[in-house]
Nanobody, 120 residues
C-alpha cells in the first residue's frame, strides 16, 4: 500500500489548508485511516482519525477547527484545516490500517508526509 499526501504549504495564522491522501497498490480494502503530525523536536501525535464506517476522533487541540473525511470508493482521505495557528506547524502524515476498523491504531501504512507551516 502506498499513501501519498498533498496540499501542504505556507499559510498565515487564521488561514485554511486542505490536505489530501491517496492510497494505491494492492490491497483488499483499507480500514481506519488517520492524520498524524510531527513538529521538530516533538513526538508524532494523532491529529484526527476516521473509520471506514465514518466514525471520527480528533485531538483536543484541533476540535472545531479541523475536519477529517474519506471516500472509500476512491481510497482517499482529506483533512480540512481552518483557523490555523502557528502551533499547527508540523509535517503531516497520512496513515492507514488494513486489519481492523479501529481508529486507535496501530497503523500499518504511512505516507512520506507533507509540510504545513503557519506564520504568525
Amino acid at each position: 500500500v502506498q499513501l501519498v499526501e498533498s496540499g501542504g504549504g505556507l499559510v498565515q495564522a487564521g488561514g485554511s489548508l486542505r490536505l489530501s491522501c491517496v492510497a494505491s497498490g494492492s490491497f483488499f480494502r483499507l480500514n481506519a485511516m488517520a492524520w498524524y503530525r510531527q513538529a521538530p523536536g516533538k513526538v508524532r501525535e494523532l491529529v484526527a482519525a476516521i473509520s471506514r464506517g465514518g466514525s471520527t476522533d480528533y485531538a483536543d487541540s484541533v476540535k472545531g477547527r479541523f475536519t477529517i473525511s474519506r471516500d472509500n470508493a476512491k481510497n482517499t482521505m482529506s483533512l480540512q484545516m481552518n483557523s490555523l495557528k502557528p502551533e499547527d506547524t508540523a509535517k503531516y502524515y497520512c496513515a492507514a490500517r488494513g486489519d481492523r476498523d479501529l481508529t486507535a491504531g496501530p497503523y500499518d501504512y504511512w505516507g512520506q508526509g507533507t509540510q504545513v507551516t503557519v506564520s504568525s
